[in-house]
């Protein structure tokens, strides 16, 4: 079955800094996708990146970027350049035919 | 942009209640997923509808049901609400491409019941 797995339940960083959230991912589906998403305080859920198993390039978009270890079944979020407006839960899900999420991590930015 | 929209943001019923939480997308989406949100357990998934009048069990069903009796519109259906139903619960949709489905989520309804 898959799984999906955030490690870090809170992450702080400083205004302005880069800052990686983790996740791994355990399948045994050849062809897959990995999602990020960030939910803040509103409570939408913002689709942020996406990366497929079979992309050859790392996933980015601005900001965000997917630091994809196929090998490793990892799939961190790279945040660059932090902002206060970054603060929220992110999500990392997981898909074959339907998403497999995990439980989220808290990232709070700092002035 | 694409909306979808869930029709209250905060609700509280009574136990024994029966509640509908509806949800409206307007960009033609085949499928349409709800979930509830819970501390600690993440999102989990109720029930979805890849067409019209079609519906498939998530892994939590019991306790629930739906309706898609159009294509923009899924509602989820709380037959006798129980106090462990309080929960935020996330209305999706998404647009089969083959690859990655990326769900496009509404706001969210916080139901209380007391």
């Known amino acids: 079955a898959q799984k999906i797995t955030q490690t870090q339940p809170g992450m702080f960083v400083q205004e302005k800094e880069a800052v990686t959230l983790d996740c791994t991912y355990d399948?045994?589906?050849?062809?897959?996708?990995l999602f990020w998403y960030k939910q803040p305080s509103s409570g939408e859920m913002i689709f942020l990146i996406y990366?497929?198993?079979?992309d050859e390039q790392n996933a980015t978009e601005g900001r965000y970027s997917l630091n994809f270890q196929k090998a490793r079944k990892s799939a961190n979020l790279v945040i660059s350049a932090s902002q206060l407006g970054d603060s929220a839960m992110y999500f990392c899900?997981?898909?074959?035919?339907?998403?497999?999420w995990g439980l989220g991590t808290s990232l709070a930015v700092n002035p | 942009d694409v909306k979808v929209t869930q029709s209250s943001r905060y609700l509280v019923k009574r136990t024994g209640e029966k509640v509908f939480l509806e949800c409206v997308q307007d960009?033609?989406?085949?499928?349409m997923f709800w979930y509830r949100q819970d501390p600690g357990l993440g999102l989990r998934l109720i029930y979805f509808?890849?067409?019209?009048?079609?519906?498939e069990k998530g892994d939590i069903p019991e306790g629930y049901s739906v309706s898609r009796e159009k294509k923009e519109r899924f509602s989820l259906i709380l037959e006798s609400a129980s106090t462990n139903q309080t929960s935020m619960y996330l209305c999706?949709?998404?647009?089969?491409?083959?690859?990655?489905?990326?769900?496009?989520f509404g706001s969210g309804t916080q139901l209380s019941v007391l």
């Open positions: 990366q497929g198993s079979y």
């Open positions: 399948t045994s589906d050849q062809s897959y996708g």
């Open positions: 960009m033609d989406h085949e499928n």
């Open positions: 999706a949709s998404s647009l089969t491409t083959g690859g990655g489905e990326k769900l496009f």
């Open positions: 509808s890849y067409d019209v009048k079609m519906k």
């Open positions: 899900a997981g898909n074959n035919r339907k998403l497999i």
